[in-house]
């Protein structure tokens, strides 16, 4: 019979030699495989054919019920029968949960008892669970890296089992965890403050638009020389040639060639003056993602998907710019909404789009609108940028706070 080794003798047994050391840690800390104090439980999923293992009050989760630190309230649910009848096992509130496929490393404390599924493994240790939650948090990436799959990324059990992790004393896994939750209590406390200014970006935008642009009611069609989308014919692909631009291309309301398809020069050449974008046109998004306009800003040659209008503003009539501006009005979306058809892909018809009104005032009104529209959206822009880097910050401060805990520097 083989002899149960003694939580001591399976710690020793469990030590990383020094040359796999990945660092040094301080006195009192040892490195040891996360086999040597974690027990890892599979789930299950019961038969999806048997109507009697499901809509039960077992809650049953997957990847997908992970959302930060909480499991999701739309969480499956199984009955008594679904476990007794699957490899699924019931974790209790407080145990530790490890994803061990889709996204290798997450891991989750169950604040209520949950089964699981197969993606999910249930953590026995006698460690601080808190403890072990942050360090898979830390290493989620290097979990990820170590795994494979064509279709699904998973990490083999063994892998896992094999991955060296720094120990500590019990009471300073504890106030470690302590100084950890504390610092990112004040991490969430400033991300909250952070969400709250960039909540107020996009309406305040709306208001400057709504306040500055101003005039008689004019349709499209009577401010442009032509209103065309694009070539409706699949075009011909090419390694090398006259970018192709679609709506993925242009989705952040500018235009982006670093990653286009391409189409041949003859077939380029083709095409009618007024599928061809120049310098001083404006494109419009029609299908899908509608109502996005987009400053054509450049002398490169390039065609685009049909999915957009090409707008030939009448220089004599309005300024490109205010064109632009006065595109991305709440009304003037709202006006293309209501003319959109389709169930499953919006699409905003070229006709119904050349009849959208917009106002018009002199081209006088119009060079100042544009003007003071630079002035103060390029202000709001400046603060985007800041909420943008203070973001960056957040999320480095906080790996940051985790690499240094788990070297013993926290």
């Avoid at 460690?127 to 989620?140: A, D, T, Y």
């Avoid at 970018?243 to 060639?257: C, E, Q, R, Y």
């Avoid at 002398?299 to 707008?311: E, I, N, P, S, Y």
Wanted: net charge positive; with cysteine.
């Amino acid at each position: 019979m083989k002899k149960q080794l003694t939580p001591a003798e399976q710690l020793a047994k469990a030590q990383v030699p020094k040359e796999e050391q990945p660092y040094q840690l301080p006195q009192g800390w040892q490195w040891v495989r996360l086999g040597g104090i974690c027990q890892f439980i599979g789930g299950g999923t019961p038969s999806k054919k048997n109507p009697a293992y499901w809509q039960g009050d077992i809650p049953w989760a997957s990847i997908k019920d992970i959302k930060g630190n909480h499991l999701t309230k739309t969480i499956d649910k199984i009955t008594k029968a679904g476990v007794e009848n699957s490899s699924t096992q019931v974790c209790p509130a407080g145990s530790l949960i490890v994803a061990t496929r889709i996204e290798p490393g997450k891991s989750i404390i169950a604040d209520i008892d949950t089964a699981i599924n197969q993606d999910l493994k249930y953590v026995i240790t006698d460690e601080n669970v808190q403890f072990l939650h942050w360090f898979f948090h830390s290493r989620q990436h290097w979990f990820e890296m170590q795994s494979s799959g064509s279709t699904v990324l998973g990490i083999r059990l063994k892998t896992m089992e094999n991955t060296p992790f720094p120990l500590p004393p019990m009471e300073k896994q504890q106030r470690i965890v302590q100084r950890i939750e504390s610092l990112f209590a004040k991490l969430d406390a400033a991300e909250v403050r952070l969400n709250a200014v960039a909540a107020t970006f996009a309406p305040r935008k709306a208001v400057l638009l709504r306040s500055a642009i101003h005039g008689k009611l004019t349709t499209l069609q009577d401010m442009c020389k032509s209103i065309f989308d694009g070539d409706h014919m699949p075009p011909p692909k090419v390694e090398e040639g006259v970018p192709f631009l679609v709506i993925a291309n242009v989705h952040t309301g500018k235009l982006d060639f670093s990653q286009t398809r391409y189409v041949p020069q003859s077939y380029y050449d083709k095409l009618s003056t007024t599928r061809k974008p120049e310098k001083g046109d404006v494109l419009y998004t029609l299908v899908g993602s509608y109502g996005i306009p987009v400053l054509v800003d450049t002398d490169q040659a390039f065609c685009f998907q049909r999915h957009m209008g090409l707008l030939k503003p009448d220089h004599s009539k309005v300024e490109t710019k205010y064109l632009w501006y006065a595109l991305q009005l709440q009304n003037v979306f709202q006006q293309a909404t209501a003319i959109a058809k389709g169930t499953a892909q919006l699409t905003v018809p070229i006709k119904g789009f050349r009849q959208l009104h917009i106002p018009l005032p002199p081209l006088p009104e119009q060079r100042a609108i544009v003007a003071q529209l630079d002035r103060l959206l390029a202000r709001e822009h400046q603060a985007a940028v800041a909420v943008t880097r203070a973001r960056t910050e957040l999320r480095r401060l906080r790996a940051a706070i985790l690499a240094r805990a788990f070297r013993g520097e926290l």
